[in-house]
């Protein structure tokens, strides 16, 4: 008789896995909820659209640097409840994001709104110059 086993190198990642989130296989990226951020040109402007729940408008940072619109959010929430058994209870959300703005962007007339949960950001477009026409002489003298 052979006492050979056969050596699953994953074996140990999974009874890990079961450990720290129980038996149904749910993996932590499942847990992980990315933002939507729609980038897109409408008419004359580069529109930003960013889902950003549970974000409110003083959580929300929007700049221009480096020819880049930089959009960061971040929100942290403390609670105490001496009727439980833990002390403090904490969350934090964060959202990042850095767009390269072309250059017709107008970054003086940028504007910004946020309506529910929604964050719209508007960069105005200066026109695209007309082409210029070049003529054609002829070879002949």
Same mark, same amino acid.
């Given at each position: 008789?052979?006492? !050979?086993?056969?050596?699953?190198?994953?074996?140990?990642? &999974?009874?890990?896995?079961?450990?720290?989130?129980? /038996?149904?296989?749910?993996?932590?990226?499942?847990?992980?909820?990315? $933002?939507?951020? =729609?980038?897109?040109?409408?008419?004359?402007?580069? @529109?930003? +659209?960013?889902?950003?729940?549970?974000? *409110?408008?003083? =959580?929300?940072?929007?700049?221009? *640097?480096?020819?880049? !619109?930089?959009?960061?959010? +971040?929100?942290? *929430?403390? +609670?105490?409840?001496?009727?439980?058994?833990?002390?403090?209870? +904490?969350?934090?959300? &964060?959202?990042?994001?850095?767009?390269?703005? $072309?250059?017709?962007?107008?970054?003086?007339?940028? /504007?910004?709104?946020?309506?529910?949960?929604?964050?719209? @950001?508007? @960069?105005?477009?200066?026109?695209?110059?007309? $082409?210029?026409?070049? &003529?054609?002489? &002829?070879?002949?003298?």
């Amino acid at each position: 008789m052979s006492n !050979l086993v056969r050596w699953d190198p994953f074996s140990e990642l &999974s009874a890990l896995q079961r450990q720290f989130f129980g /038996d149904d296989g749910m993996l932590p990226i499942k847990a992980v909820s990315v $933002p939507t951020t =729609d980038v897109y040109t409408k008419e004359n402007e580069l @529109v930003v +659209e960013a889902h950003l729940p549970n974000f *409110e408008q003083k =959580d929300i940072n929007i700049r221009v *640097e480096d020819g880049m !619109l930089v959009i960061s959010a +971040e929100k942290h *929430e403390k +609670e105490e409840d001496k009727g439980k058994q833990y002390v403090v209870r +904490e969350s934090s959300s &964060s959202f990042y994001r850095r767009i390269a703005l $072309p250059k017709r962007a107008d970054a003086d007339k940028i /504007d910004a709104r946020l309506d529910d949960g929604v964050l719209s @950001v508007k @960069v105005p477009l200066t026109p695209l110059p007309e $082409p210029k026409r070049v &003529s054609i002489s &002829s070879g002949k003298k």
